[in-house]
């Protein structure tokens, strides 16, 4: 059984960092492409950043040069850097992977405010 476990979000003011975490078991992260996606309040869920079983990366446009998606094989994890983060940043954060099925985690709070 796959199972996404989210951690790391928190309150944070604007220009501040965090470090999203998403422990996976049930499933080899580098055979697949796990993907962050956010969810504002009144808004859809929406795609953030991802990472290839090859190491490639992409960003949706307004996150690009301030957030890094990785992966530690080793520990099952994928992570999501985020620094200089804005307000509206503030978004419950999600990891995703698709094996035949697809797969949410509970999701992580990120709030950014002063």
């Known amino acids: 059984q796959v199972q996404l476990v989210e951690s790391g979000g928190g309150l944070v003011q604007p220009g501040g960092s965090l470090r999203l975490s998403c422990a996976a078991s049930g499933i080899i992260f580098s055979m697949y492409m796990p993907v962050w996606y956010r969810q504002a309040p009144g808004k859809q869920r929406e795609f953030v950043a991802a990472i290839t079983s090859g190491g490639l990366t992409t960003y949706t446009d307004s996150v690009k040069g301030r957030f890094t998606i990785s992966r530690d094989n080793a520990k099952n994890t994928v992570y999501l850097q985020m620094n200089s983060l804005k307000p509206e940043d503030t978004a419950v954060y999600y990891c995703?992977?698709?094996?035949?099925?697809?797969?949410w985690g509970q999701g992580t709070q990120v709030t950014v405010s002063s």
């Open positions: 995703h992977v698709r094996q035949r099925n697809d797969y």
